[in-house]
Every structure is written in C-alpha cells, then in structure tokens.
Nanobody
Framework: QVQLVESGGGLVQAGGSLRLSCAVS????????MGWYRQAPGKQRELVAA???????NSADSVKGRFTISRDNAKNTVYLQLNSLKPEDTAVYSC???????????????WGKGTLVTVSS
C-alpha cells in the first residue's frame, strides 16, 4: 500500500506565496517521477510541474518563473513552491508519484487526495 498526503494549501491574496508538500509512505522500493497537477472548477486536470528521480524538472508554461518543484528523496517528499500567485491559479492541487513497490513489480501510478489553493484578487 502506498499513501500520498498533501499539505500546505490555503487562502492567499494575489501576489502571495504558498509551499505545498506531498509525503509518500508505505511499501516503496523505488520512487520514480513525481509531479503536481491541478484542477480548477469546470476545467480539466492539468500538469503543473514534474520532477524525475534524478531531479530533472519541467513545468507548464503558465507557471514558469513562478512555481518551483523540488524533492527530498531521503524523505520521499515532493514540494511545490508557488510564488506570485494569481486568481487563475485557484484549484485543487494533487500530487502524483510513480512508485515501484518491489523489484519484481512494475511502477504504480499513485495519487494524493489533493489540497485546495484559493487565490483572492
């Protein structure tokens, strides 16, 4: 069993900052790529940023220069630093991780329940 628990969401004014965390626990042999997705009301879920096990990152054009993804492999945790927030960043942010639970198992695609980020104008 693998669990992903996000934290750090909340209400912030435009121009403010938040830091999201996602801790992965359970049966983990190897933690591969991790990422953050978001879904705003009435919209499809979209990739915000992702990071490989080696630290290579990519992010959506809409957040480049404002959001930064990072990970602490010792803590099985991925972070998302959100700066210069805009009202259009309001969404539920969910963590995703590719987890290999054992050497003889393939990767599992695991998701957290999400944390709400609300940006007021």
């Amino acid at each position: 069993q693998v669990q992903l628990v996000e934290s750090g969401g909340g209400l912030v004014q435009a121009g403010g900052s938040l830091r999201l965390s996602c801790a992965v626990s359970g049966t983990i042999f190897r933690l591969n790529a991790m990422g953050w997705y978001r879904q705003a009301p009435g919209k499809q879920r979209e990739l915000v940023a992702a990071i490989s096990s080696g630290g290579i990152t990519n992010s959506a054009d809409s957040v480049k220069g404002r959001f930064t993804i990072s990970r602490d492999n010792a803590k099985n945790t991925v972070y998302l630093q959100l700066n210069s927030l805009k009202p259009e960043d309001t969404a539920v942010y969910s963590c995703n991780a590719e987890v290999m639970p054992a050497p003889w198992r393939g990767d599992m695609d695991c998701w957290g329940k999400g944390t709400l980020v609300t940006v007021s104008s």
